[in-house]
């Protein structure tokens, strides 16, 4: 499998490295293809462990194309090469998806290969009717840590990198009732033949956005709202879902959180009630019902620096994490990068089986 994946990356991966590097000579309006190359290294240390290094190398594409009027088409995916002294870092929390027609090709011996394709869909667009098909992800939810009615793909908390979540085969629907008013519809076939689907309405007002919804998923469903409004110098956020599962029990989660703007520094705070104990996966000790306090900043300074730290607490007890992160973009298209997480307190808690990191990278735009 290891000499499979080398074979299959240097096929595919250097043609489009030398792709992108000629297209970055390019105007901008005459690129076949855009990304990012990035480059990072650093330490990390998981609990009863010896600190050990690690280097990750990433290679993203997409390109979009207007086909017509109304139609266009999307292409992205990614290549990525990991190795470390030691055993890998423990699995960031994922939601994988079961999908009917593999999207992602990788090792697990050894240094880790990976070739992933994010996107492959078509768009199209008409007077009140919007449809996307193929493979692609809807992008539902408000939230800044957690996103619980984003059903197909919720945002990964704790993830050192944001990686977009595996796509999957789906089709979305959304239809313009009024300007204000449209009901959204979105279904994806899984492996095995299943099926899972969403329906949502999605109600904007000034400044407030209403959204209830339905989620039928395979071992549970979930009716859920969305509640956003946007006021002068402040934007308030509250997500739930009610989890109805076929043994009759039921669990919820929500978040609530606020944002704001003041002498140029975002401010941010979330409040995230989890009842099921799988968001946070082998992190979680465990714990299945807690609660995460989680507060960040963003301040960009002169000379293309910017900094935005973070702290996550379980409310229940236990560490607590600190997560700085830095960025500096130099000359052009270039960028500096420097972020930690480091977890404070050694009780037991939802956050006990986190690891201590830190990273350095230098990421390439083109």
Request: net charge negative; proline share 7%.
């Amino acid at each position: 499998m290891k000499y499979y994946c080398r074979l299959f990356l240097w096929f595919w991966v250097g043609p489009l490295i030398i792709l992108a590097w000629g297209s970055s000579f390019a105007d901008e309006d005459e690129k076949a293809f855009s990304g990012e190359l990035r480059v990072e290294g650093g330490s990390f240390q998981a609990p009863g462990t010896d600190l050990s290094a690690y280097q990750i190398s990433r290679l993203e594409l997409e390109s979009h194309l207007d086909v017509a009027p109304h139609f266009s088409m999307a292409l992205e995916g990614d290549a990525k090469w990991q190795a470390s002294t030691a055993s890998a870092p423990p699995p960031e929390p994922e939601f994988p998806v079961g999908n009917l027609i593999p999207v992602e090709i990788q090792n697990s011996n050894g240094p880790f290969y990976s070739f992933e394709l994010y996107q492959a869909s078509l768009h199209f667009t008409s007077g009140r009717l919007d449809v996307t098909g193929g493979l692609f992800k809807p992008t539902w939810g408000s939230s800044h840590f957690y996103k619980p009615t984003d059903y197909f793909f919720p945002l990964q908390p704790l993830q050192w990198q944001k990686d977009p979540p595996e796509s999957s085969d789906s089709l979305d629907v959304t239809f313009f009732l009024f300007d204000d008013l449209s009901l959204e519809g979105a279904g994806r076939l899984l492996d095995g033949g299943n099926g899972e689907w969403v329906l949502r309405l999605v109600n904007k007002g000034i400044g407030i956005t209403v959204t209830p919804s339905f989620a039928s998923l395979l071992g549970r469903n979930g009716l859920g709202v969305e509640l956003s409004g946007t006021f002068p110098d402040f934007q308030m956020r509250l997500e739930a879902v009610d989890w109805l599962y076929p043994d009759g029990s039921a669990h919820a989660e929500w978040v609530a959180g606020v944002s704001t703007l003041r002498q140029g520094i975002a401010y941010s705070v979330e409040i995230y009630r989890d009842e099921t104990g799988s968001v946070l996966g082998d992190f979680s000790a465990g714990t299945v019902n807690a609660t995460y306090f989680y507060t960040s900043m963003e301040k960009t300074f002169p000379g293309e620096w910017k900094i935005t730290p973070a702290l996550v607490k379980g409310i229940e007890g236990g560490p607590f994490l600190f997560w700085p992160k830095a960025s500096w973009g130099f000359e052009k298209s270039w960028e500096l990068g420097v972020q930690g997480q480091l977890k404070i307190g050694t009780v037991p808690g939802p956050l006990a089986l986190l690891p201590n990191r830190f990273g350095l990278s230098i990421t390439y735009s083109f």
